[in-house]
Structures are given as C-alpha cells and as structure tokens.
C-alpha cells in the first residue's frame, strides 16, 4: 500500500543551526500535510501544499512540494528551542481519502 | 469556536475490563479518525468515520476494538476486554472534507494495570 517514508528519524542540532526533513512517496501525491507534535502534546496542523514545486513560508520555517508531487521538505532556518518537537508529514493515500502520516522526525536542541 | 474534543484525558482501567473513549469534533467537521500512539513512536491510523458510517476501519484490530459515529452525540472508541498491550494514548481528529488537513484533540492516555 501506499507509504510515506520521511528521515530523519532523530535530528539533535545546536540552537541556531538549521533543520530539514524529509518525506518521500512512491505515488503521486494530491497533497502533502505537516504536521508539529510537542512533548507530551498533540499534533498541530502546520500547512498543506497542492500545487507541484510549491513553496510556502511561516517565519523560519519553509516547506517545498516537489515537481512531480512525490516528495516534500520541512526546513527550519536558525533553530530555537521551541522548535523542539516530532515533525510529522501525512498525505491522502489515494482513493480511500484517509490520511497516511510518515513516521516523524523528532527534533532536539542543543541551548 | 471549540476545537476537537476528547475524554477522558486519561484513563485507567485493568484487564479485562472495558474502556470507552469519546471524541467531539470541531464544529460542523463530518470526519472523524482515530489514531493509537505508543511513547517515542508515530501515529499509527485506526479508523475514520464520517457520520454514522464507517469509512475505513484497516486499522483497527478484528477483536475487541469497536467504532462509532453516531447521528447525535459524539464518536466512541471502545475496547473491550482491556489487554496491557492496549496502553497507549488515543488521539481523535475531525476535518472538514475526506484528505483535508486535520484538527486533532488533546488526547485519551489509556493505562492499564
């Protein structure tokens, strides 16, 4: 069945250096959600991207969606230690219309 | 304009016996899905409901774990005959088409004894 794979599994940086995840699919994708889950929280909506080679930015944060729609990147310019968390990315997994979440990357920061 | 919400926040129960876990999703969201997640590990889909109709259900186990969305009131998941194994947080989100982004709720964390 349809999979999104994203890595890394672990980042651990200093504060003030940049992050990137990433997540990957075998099929098309109709869209690419992220997803940001605190310690002990729950996931938060982040954005979505549609269009093929979309770019979108919130702050320090910058998420691309690939040409042909099969892959997708979080990046964190300048990391502070309230970006720490699990980044998730989910997609529709095609007809059934539920969401299919990549395993996450949990993001640690070093003061 | 409440978000998704879930109880209990926690919830303890032995084996055996049963747990029922409730989620009411934002207002005027139709779908509803349901995720297990254990400590350190990803969301892991179990079921999506859109009122009174269960969509798909290929994560949920065969035995012992029901799903509800009824026309009033809010969605259940129930497990039944409680194993250790089933310790795990619950996570209930609504959104407000099929594939649309998700608003999740705070939690059901499931200990058993």
């Known amino acids: 069945g349809q999979q999104v794979m994203q890595i890394p599994q672990y980042q651990h940086v200093q504060e003030g250096e940049d992050f990137t995840t990433y997540c990957n699919s075998s099929t098309t994708l109709s869209n690419i959600q992220w997803y940001k889950q605190r310690p002990g929280g729950h996931p938060v909506f982040l954005i979505q991207?549609?269009?093929?080679?979309e770019v979108k930015k919130q702050k320090r944060l910058t998420f691309q969606f690939g040409e042909a729609k099969k892959n997708s990147s979080l990046h964190i310019t300048a990391t502070q230690t309230t970006d720490v968390g699990t980044y998730f990315c989910?997609?529709?997994?095609?007809?059934?219309?539920?969401?299919?979440f990549g395993s996450g990357t949990r993001l640690s920061i070093r003061p | 304009n409440a978000g998704v919400m879930q109880n209990p926040r926690h919830l303890v129960r032995r084996r055996g016996q049963e747990a029922r876990l409730r989620c009411s999703p934002m207002?005027?969201?139709?779908?509803v899905y349901w995720y297990r997640q254990l400590p350190e590990e990803g969301l892991k889909f179990m079921v999506y409901l859109q009122k009174e109709n269960i969509i798909d259900e290929s994560g949920m186990p065969k035995e012992r774990f029901s799903a509800e969305f009824p026309k009033e009131g809010p969605s259940i998941l129930r497990i039944q005959q409680v194993v250790r194994g089933d310790s795990a947080a619950y996570f209930c989100?609504?959104?407000?088409?099929?594939?649309?982004?998700?608003?999740f709720g705070d939690g059901t964390r499931l200990s058993i004894l």
């Open positions: 991207l549609v269009k093929s080679g």
């Open positions: 989910a997609a529709p997994y095609s007809s059934a219309s539920k969401i299919i």
């Open positions: 207002k005027g969201h139709s779908h």
């Open positions: 989100a609504s959104s407000l088409d099929q594939g649309q982004p998700q608003h």
